[in-house]
């Protein structure tokens, strides 16, 4: 029998989920009787995680509820137990929470309804993301399902990745530092969906900023270590880059007296961008908790060195 510990704000959601998949030899324990229990498996937010894992030794695998990890990346935790995220679910969120932005900004959205507001007539004609180009930072799961609206729109689509390149909505990959002044120079807009590894922190710094066109939008749904928020602060308030979208941050929440807030043509959503919900991470726990009952190789699995 497999006992599995469910430690998350919506471990009443993930039990009935888990439960009516009817999975073989598998017990839930509920984290009161958990001390008394040797857990083998544990489900749940790696925030939540991270403090209960010296207590459960026999740990042998965990399934985050995050597509991301940071918390049981420390390096003072154990790290003798397979790690698996939460992928390929979260694309669709995504895709909704960049092209809803991306549309506003050329259908000048706010504007209208500014306008509106004021009782002025506003006949300046939108924009339109047909022949616009985009620039993806990092093309996995998520960059990939972009990477399709994009062409759904009909834009033209630029990738920045360590080393894939098999996507076929990308027309061209950029790889290595030296590309990353040519992978920026005739963006439209700039997309982060990097993972928070050191090789991506401050990846979008003033170098970068400077390479964009002054009339580009930032978008970062992603990781807030992958931004030097100083320097993009002042590409907006100089008018080097005409907005950002920002739905994460380095430090969260953020605090009230920082620069962001008073920084003009930048939206703020507050980490809101694609929520994981039950429904779709039970069904990866599911698929993978079978292949881990037949022996299979998990899913997903998190390579703890690379962070992702």
Not at 103 to 123: I, S, T, V
Not at 143 to 168: E, I, N, Q
Not at 208 to 232: I, K, Q, W
């Amino acid at each position: 029998m497999t006992n599995l510990l469910i430690l998350s704000r919506h471990a009443d959601a993930y039990r009935r989920l888990v439960e009516a998949a009817r999975l073989p030899d598998l017990a839930i324990v509920s984290s009161e009787g958990a001390a008394d229990r040797a857990v083998d498996v544990i489900l749940g937010e790696p925030s939540l995680i991270a403090p209960a894992l010296p207590k459960h030794p026999g740990v042998r695998w965990v399934q985050s509820t995050w597509a991301g990890v940071e918390p049981l990346l420390d390096p003072a935790l154990r790290r003798d137990y397979i790690l698996t995220n939460a992928r390929g679910v979260f694309g669709a969120l995504m895709s909704e929470y960049v092209f809803g932005y991306l549309l506003a900004h050329e259908r000048r959205m706010f504007e209208k309804h500014a306008a509106q507001r004021e009782g002025r007539w506003d006949p300046k004609p939108p924009g339109t993301l047909r022949g616009k180009q985009i620039g993806l930072i990092g093309v996995g799961t998520i960059g990939a399902a972009l990477a399709g609206t994009a062409k759904h729109f009909g834009m033209r689509v630029k990738g920045y990745t360590r080393r894939s390149s098999d996507c076929p909505d990308v027309d061209a990959y950029f790889h290595g530092s030296p590309a990353r002044v040519a992978f920026a120079a005739d963006l439209d807009y700039l997309v982060s969906i990097a993972p928070n590894t050191q090789a991506t922190r401050h990846f979008v710094d003033a170098t970068l900023l400077a390479a964009l066109p002054p009339h580009a939008v930032f978008v970062n749904p992603g990781r807030g270590s992958t931004v030097d928020e100083s320097a993009l602060a002042a590409a907006l308030q100089s008018g080097r880059l005409a907005g950002a979208v920002l739905d994460v941050f380095e430090r969260e929440p953020l605090p009230a007296d920082h620069i962001l807030w008073r920084t003009p043509n930048v939206v703020i959503t507050s980490h809101t961008a694609a929520l994981s919900h039950p429904p779709d991470i039970a069904g990866v726990f599911v698929d993978n908790y079978q292949r881990y009952a037949s022996g299979q190789l998990l899913r997903y699995r998190v390579n703890f060195d690379e962070g992702y």
